[in-house]
């Protein structure tokens, strides 16, 4: 179990390819490099037959440092090698987002979360006037008791009169002012929002029927893999959706959900790329540590990067707090997430059978 999960991108990425073998069908280079100097690069490997009708999709790292969870999964599913049904295959994404799995970074190279960046940029940039309001809360210039103090009574307040819904939706939703900020969408696609385009033009043409496992970490129980879908409820992908992996999917719209629904997420972003596929897109989010500690860790990390010293003495005790709740190292957690992950991958080629 533990040789499924590795410490670094470059190891993960050593694994996967090594697993994958002659199965690796493409590499896409990443123009910058990783914090020792190493390459970076989005690989593709294929179980099945090269012209199969049906292709499930599974990837890992689209938030980078999210990516150790996925990156096992698919590890697993190379080594284990499941049987599938006729006509039907698997394309793994490795590591989406490179720059941000090598520097244990949530956001990519530009500070871009890539599951806002899926925009059609040639129209008005949406509005967030909740995180307009919030931003200098969420991010403080300084981090120190005295200014997190002031800026949890600016969050509180924002919640008290608001309510969790728009806390959720003005803090996570994503916005598209404030480059330095969180959850911050972009101007522009990014070098992973194209990989994504090149995927589907190079390796999904034609293809009729697709379906998109992918793999995030960070929110919900302890080791729990939620299926989730940011699919308007009701529509033809999302009652598909429904029958594939039932009552536990949720939906990011409905009033109740405790994630910021948003539609420049990857979901929006496969069915844009390769329109010409019924798909059936999911993501999968494991549970890590509390939502407080998350947030608390996710804020400080990018304070370092905004207004701190990312090469400074506080540097590492930060970034290891960002990899442990996106990345409990810990047995109990690691099992899970494997078998959940097989769990749903069969979920996936039992549904796509069907189609
Ligand atoms: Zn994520």
Same mark, same amino acid.
């Given at each position: 179990?533990?040789?499924?999960?590795?410490?670094?991108?470059?190891?993960?990425?050593?694994?996967?390819?090594?697993?994958?073998?002659?199965?690796?069908?493409?590499?896409?280079?990443?123009?910058?490099?990783?914090?020792?100097?190493?390459?970076?690069?989005?690989?593709?490997?294929?179980?099945?037959?090269?012209?199969?009708?049906?292709?499930?999709?599974?990837?890992?790292?689209?938030?980078?440092?999210?990516?150790?969870? @996925?990156?096992?999964?698919?590890?697993?599913?190379?080594?284990?090698?499941?049987?599938?049904?006729?006509?039907?295959?698997?394309?793994?994404?490795?590591?989406?987002?490179?720059?941000?799995?090598?520097?244990?970074?949530?956001?990519?190279?530009?500070?871009?979360?890539?599951?806002?960046?899926?925009?059609?940029?040639?129209?008005?940039?949406?509005?967030?006037?909740?995180?307009?309001?919030?931003?200098?809360?969420?991010?403080?210039?300084?981090?120190?008791?005295?200014?997190?103090?002031?800026?949890?009574?600016?969050?509180?307040?924002?919640?008290?009169?608001?309510?969790?819904?728009?806390?959720?939706?003005?803090?996570?939703?994503?916005?598209?002012?404030?480059?330095?900020?969180?959850?911050? @969408?972009?101007?522009?696609?990014?070098?992973?929002?194209?990989?994504?385009?090149?995927?589907?033009?190079?390796?999904?043409? @034609?293809?009729?029927?697709?379906?998109?496992?992918?793999?995030?970490?960070?929110?919900?129980?302890?080791?729990?893999?939620?299926?989730?879908?940011?699919?308007?409820?009701?529509?033809?992908?999302?009652?598909?959706?429904?029958?594939?992996?039932?009552?536990?999917?949720?939906?990011?719209?409905?009033?109740?959900?405790?994630?910021?629904?948003?539609?420049?997420?990857?979901?929006?972003?496969?069915?844009?790329?390769?329109?010409?596929?019924?798909?059936?897109?999911?993501?999968?989010?494991?549970?890590?540590?509390?939502?407080?500690?998350?947030?608390?860790?996710?804020?400080?990390?990018?304070?370092?990067?905004?207004?701190?010293?990312?090469?400074?003495?506080?540097?590492?005790?930060?970034?290891?707090?960002?990899?442990?709740?996106?990345?409990?190292?810990?047995?109990?957690?690691?099992?899970?997430?494997?078998?959940? @992950?097989?769990?749903?991958?069969?979920?996936?080629?039992?549904?796509?059978?069907?189609?």
């Amino acid at each position: 179990m533990d040789d499924l999960f590795s410490p670094t991108y470059t190891e993960a990425r050593r694994r996967f390819r090594e697993a994958a073998g002659s199965t690796v069908i493409a590499s896409y280079a990443h123009p910058l490099k990783g914090p020792a100097g190493e390459d970076l690069a989005t690989d593709l490997a294929r179980l099945g037959p090269k012209d199969a009708k049906r292709v499930v999709v599974v990837e890992s790292g689209t938030h980078g440092a999210e990516g150790f969870c @996925g990156s096992a999964i698919q590890l697993d599913l190379l080594r284990a090698r499941p049987t599938m049904p006729h006509d039907t295959a698997i394309l793994l994404v490795h590591a989406l987002n490179p720059h941000g799995f090598a520097w244990v970074r949530r956001v990519t190279e530009d500070n871009v979360d890539l599951n806002r960046n899926f925009l059609d940029f040639s129209k008005p940039l949406p509005e967030n006037p909740g995180y307009d309001e919030m931003a200098d809360a969420l991010l403080p210039k300084r981090w120190d008791e005295a200014s997190l103090a002031a800026a949890k009574s600016v969050l509180d307040g924002y919640r008290a009169k608001h309510g969790e819904r728009a806390f959720v939706t003005g803090s996570g939703g994503g916005q598209y002012k404030h480059p330095k900020g969180l959850f911050y @969408g972009g101007t522009q696609p990014t070098w992973s929002n194209r990989a994504v385009e090149k995927i589907c033009k190079e390796h999904l043409a @034609g293809v009729p029927h697709a379906a998109l496992v992918d793999i995030h970490s960070g929110l919900g129980p302890y080791g729990y893999g939620e299926p989730l879908t940011t699919l308007v409820p009701g529509s033809p992908e999302e009652t598909r959706a429904r029958a594939w992996y039932g009552t536990e999917l949720r939906n990011t719209r409905t009033p109740d959900s405790p994630y910021a629904g948003t539609e420049a997420s990857i979901i929006t972003g496969y069915t844009r790329y390769a329109p010409w596929a019924a798909w059936t897109p999911i993501g999968l989010e494991f549970g890590t540590r509390p939502r407080e500690d998350v947030r608390r860790a996710l804020r400080h990390e990018h304070w370092l990067y905004a207004y701190g010293d990312p090469k400074g003495a506080e540097a590492p005790a930060i970034k290891a707090a960002l990899k442990d709740v996106f990345y409990p190292d810990e047995p109990a957690w690691k099992e899970k997430v494997i078998a959940r @992950g097989r769990e749903i991958v069969c979920k996936a080629l039992a549904g796509i059978a069907t189609a």
